[in-house]
């Protein structure tokens, strides 16, 4: 291809809504241009890229046992209303803020998929039928909708993505435990040969439900997730999952409690500094709304409370925390509790009490006394308030001690680069999604799922391979695989060996983007590195002096002369060396 003809440009200032790397050196390299929040063009070296990205998960899958097929995008809402006959949430109820819905010329309701689940249950009851059938892996590679609140990071978060889903279906647990691990198998070869850097932690099954999780992560700094890891041993956890070890407490001998003025102490630092005491001797007490009814948390001063692990106690205990957020002023002020001073003290039956385990070491805590600028002194359960549930709800963090191994946490800024489930027979019980077993019994199909973010992989990519120059492509999803560079084309000597030079890279099959522009060296070499093709050839009156072309990769400063007649093969070579890697 050459630049003249292409349907693209380069900017030399980053775009001012540009939140992070990927999204500044897309744009300005003329990959991506954003339509609206959260939602991109891919332009014609963009769409190369995730061509050759698509290319390699199809390969991996294929490898895998799977079979591509094309789930509709538009889905019959009552599929995602179908509710666990234990009780709980539908997964209409748990995804209800990300739906982005219609309805037919019929008032029938419908939803822009966010996932396939559902769909694929539906697909494969009409073909399996026994044992025999068994197992099955199906995947698709498809656009995917979802509302989110607040896109961000370019392409790491976004309301439309292009995303592989591939479910597996077996006749048991042990057979979905294998379709797990090749499935991890499968996805390490993707990242691989994508070049990236990534690690596998445990992570929260969230709405896609199931009883094992795992997520494999980027070390990104402007990643949206944090993972919680050991320095001591391999333990590797998303912080919505990571547990740790809350330091010791000792218990003390219980006081009668004491009302003491607290002015201007809304906060457990505030309130620590102004008494004099250790953040751990205090009780933290966050009111929260889910489905309608007050729930409140409570914890020790020193810790934060992990939202989605009280989400899933909740869900466990039957309420639907899909809407699960903060009290607002006007909730707060309805429920009778002033913010900043309230505890489970006195709390009404119609509230829901939700502990941490980590109370149930010290005593004596410093809590809220339910009226503005007071607190009281020597708070002891069960004396003085109740617990409706306890749970671990607490956020991990770094420095915090292994559940593990008793090593030391710390924690790195990631994204997710993919995510896999067992939601074993969770979905099978609410479709009926059964097979006859060896000796003629029904029995429901074992399901596990799977996800991969095709375009946020390409912007992890950049991520993690760029310089101050611009993008870094590895070989193997770049868009071309040479940037022709020719300088000096107005002379005939220069403009000729250029021309056929390219002319010979398309005949011997090798991807090119030759840079035939009238613009000046220095240009055309900033936006080589801008658009971080691997591999650069020059061809210029001073290159044809020093004996041919000069080559050189893009990840690396020195530079090669190789003679005329030798490019082509030496340029083949490079590649082949490269993608061997």
């Known amino acids: 291809m050459r630049i003249t003809q292409q349907l693209t440009t380069t900017l030399r200032e ?14 300005r390299a003329g990959f991506i241009r954003q339509l609206t929040a959260g939602i991109y063009s891919f332009l014609p070296l963009g769409a190369r890229v995730i061509h050759n990205i698509s290319k390699i998960i199809r ?19 009552e599929l995602w209303e179908q509710r666990p006959a234990e009780g709980g949430a539908s997964r209409a109820e748990l995804y209800a803020g990300e739906f982005f819905s219609l309805e037919d010329r019929k008032g029938r309701e419908l939803i822009l998929g966010p996932t396939h689940e559902e769909v694929a249950h539906s697909l494969i009851a009409d073909f399996v039928q026994s044992y025999r059938d068994l197992p099955q892996y199906i995947y698709q590679l498809q656009v995917k909708f979802r509302d989110q609140w607040r896109p961000r990071g370019g392409l790491l978060r976004t309301r439309e993505l292009l995303m592989m889903d591939l479910y597996s279906f077996d006749a048991n647990e042990a057979g979905l435990e294998r379709s797990y691990q090749q499935m991890i198998e499968a996805y390490k070869a993707v990242f691989t040969r994508c070049g990236l850097r990534f690690l596998i932690v445990q992570a929260d099954s969230g709405p896609i439900g199931g009883s094992t999780s795992h997520e494999f992560i980027a070390p990104v700094e402007a990643g949206e997730d944090t993972v919680i890891l050991c320095r001591n041993c391999d333990y590797a956890a998303n912080q919505e999952r990571a547990e740790f070890v809350s330091s010791e ?28 005491i250790q953040e751990n001797r205090t009780l933290k007490s966050i009111c929260y709304v889910a489905s309608g009814k007050f ?21 466990r205990e039957g309420l639907n925390a899909a809407d699960l ?24 039956k119609q509230i829901l009490i939700v502990a941490d385990i980590s109370l149930k070491q010290g005593n004596n805590y410093v809590a809220g006394a339910n009226k503005a600028e007071y607190h009281i002194k020597h708070v002891n359960y069960p004396r003085d308030f109740r617990v409706d549930v306890w749970g671990d709800i607490a ?39 059964t097979f006859l077993d060896t000796d003629g019994t029904t029995r429901p199909i074992f399901m596990g799922s799977y996800g ?44 000729q060996a250029a021309g056929q030079l390219y002319t010979d890279l398309l005949a011997a099959g090798i991807e090119v983007l030759f840079d035939d522009r009238t613009e000046t060296a220095g240009v055309k070499f900033n ?48 590649i082949h060396k490269e993608l061997a890697r």
């Open 249 to 276: 407490q000792a218990r003390e001998t219980p006081l009668e409690l004491e009302e003491v003025y607290t002015p201007n102490c809304k906060s457990i630092s505030e309130l620590a500094a102004f008494l004099a």
């Open 59 to 77: 390969e991996e899958m294929d490898r895998a046992g799977g079979q591509e097929v094309i789930m509709p995008v538009l889905q019959p809402r």
């Open 325 to 348: 957020h903060l009290a607002s002023p006007e909730e707060l002020t309805e429920a009778g509790i002033i913010a900043g001073y309230t505890s489970p003290l006195g709390k009404d």
């Open 527 to 574: 936006d080589a590195d801008l658009l971080g093709l691997p591999l650069r050839a020059v061809i210029s009156k001073r290159s044809l002096k020093n004996g041919g072309v000069e080559l050189k990769l893009r990840s690396q400063k020195e530079s090669r002369i190789v003679p005329l007649s030798d490019t082509v093969r030496a340029i083949q070579e490079e």
């Open 395 to 433: 956020l991990a963090y770094e420095g915090a001690t292994c559940s593990q191994c008793g090593g030391k946490l710390y924690s790195i800024r990631s994204s997710e680069l993919g995510h896999i489930f067992k939601p074993g027979t969770l979905y099978s019980y609410l479709f009926q999604t």
């Open 295 to 315: 729930v409140l948390a409570i914890i020790r001063g020193d810790l934060e409370i992990n939202e989605i692990k009280l989400a899933n106690i909740l869900q």
């Open 452 to 495: 991969i973010g095709i375009s946020r992989l390409m912007g992890i990519i950049v991520e993690q391979s760029h310089d101050d120059k611009g993008i870094i492509w590895p070989f193997s999803v770049a868009p071309y695989h040479v940037a022709l560079i020719g300088l000096d084309l107005d002379k005939p000597e220069t403009g």
């Open 14 to 27: 980053a775009p001012h809504d540009a939140e992070s790397g990927n999204h500044e050196l897309l744009v």
